[in-house]
């Protein structure tokens, strides 16, 4: 994976197929202390603590299709070779809750990448689900929460509507380019 | 800069064609791949450019939505359109470039791209 965005939107596949009605991805940036995390936390149906201990080897795979599943693997490999630490947290029937450290002054550290696009997608394409997004950087933050969005919208109004999936975008990218000093990501 | 009063502008506008868009018998699904395989090979950028594009055509009788691994890793990425009575079409190999094409020949004409369908690849 070229960017960590395109992680978080693979490990964000998981809670969708676990059925979550509520997805948390939370981005934690300390610039001060080149750390930054990431959390993606879902009340999905959760893990076991078999599948728990399983589910960071790549040749476990809840899929029929074949016979490795790598999403979780190659995050864990993306924090953990810039010297970082991965942690996870699962129970059946709650939910499942992951989080990424990573020390962004290593060589090995995977850019940010397009966070705008992938909470926007995740958003967009999953109308049924509610999506929290915050992204703290130093003093600075962001949150999106689309029970708030659904609560000026009505229940008539869905969040896939073509006019509203832009809105979210365009928010998303002034939100974030603020974070950043007014540069763009 | 994008505020919540404009979103309530938004919201207002929406209820005016929501009842065509609900009602529709013939609404088409567009189902991308977004599983490590799918991600990995570029599909995010293809579900975003459907659902801009589906967007800015006002296709109000078009849903794109993303799934998980459809089975097919090597032909990543892999699109899917259902079609009104069940019949579905499979894209493969999609780049953002190739979405226009599907778009106006497909989606809005009704005659699906047969050169980027998996049967056209995999005679190759």
């Not at chain 1, 693979?10 to 981005?27: F, P, R, T, W, Y």
């Not at chain 1, 992951?98 to 696009?117: C, H, L, Q, R, Y």
């Not at chain 1, 995740?122 to 049924?128: D, E, K, M």
């Not at chain 2, 990425?77 to 069940?86: A, I, L, T, W």
Request: glycine share 8%; aromatic share 6%.
């Amino acid at each position: 994976m070229r960017e960590l965005s395109l992680n978080v939107m693979d490990i964000a596949q998981n809670s969708i197929v676990a059925g979550a009605s509520l997805l948390e991805i939370g981005l934690c940036e300390n610039t001060a202390e080149h750390i930054l995390s990431i959390t993606i936390k879902d009340n999905g149906s959760g893990m076991d603590e078999d599948a728990l201990k399983s589910v960071t080897n790549p040749f476990y795979t809840k899929r029929t299709t074949r016979k490795v599943g790598l999403g979780v693997p190659l995050f864990k490999m993306a924090c953990e070779q810039t010297g970082g630490s991965f942690f996870i947290d699962s129970q059946l029937g709650k939910g499942t809750s992951i989080t990424a450290v990573f020390k962004t002054d290593s060589v090995d550290f995977t850019p940010i990448g397009d966070m705008v696009e992938t909470v926007g997608l995740l958003i967009s394409c999953n109308p049924n689900m509610d999506v929290v997004y915050t992204h703290r950087r130093d003093e600075g933050e962001l949150t999106l929460d689309t029970r708030e969005l659904r609560e000026i919208l009505g229940g008539d109004v869905a969040l896939d509507t073509p006019d509203v999936s832009l809105w979210i975008k365009d928010y998303l990218k002034e939100q974030t380019a603020l974070l950043y000093g007014g540069e763009t990501n | 800069m994008k505020s919540l009063e404009e979103l309530k502008a938004i919201r207002d506008k929406a209820r005016k064609d929501i009842n065509m868009r609900n009602e529709n018998p013939d609404q088409i699904r567009v189902v991308v791949g977004m599983a490590t395989c799918g991600i990995a090979a570029g599909a995010r950028p293809v579900l975003s450019q459907f659902v801009e594009d589906v967007a800015k055509a006002d296709l109000s009788n078009v849903t794109v939505t993303q799934t998980g691994c459809i089975g097919i890793c090597e032909y990543e990425p892999v699109v899917e359109v259902f079609q009104p009575g069940g019949d579905k079409i499979t894209y493969v190999k999609m780049s953002p470039d190739k979405v226009g094409r599907i778009i106006r020949e497909h989606l809005q004409q009704g005659r699906p791209v047969v050169e980027y369908t998996i049967g056209a690849h995999k005679k190759d």
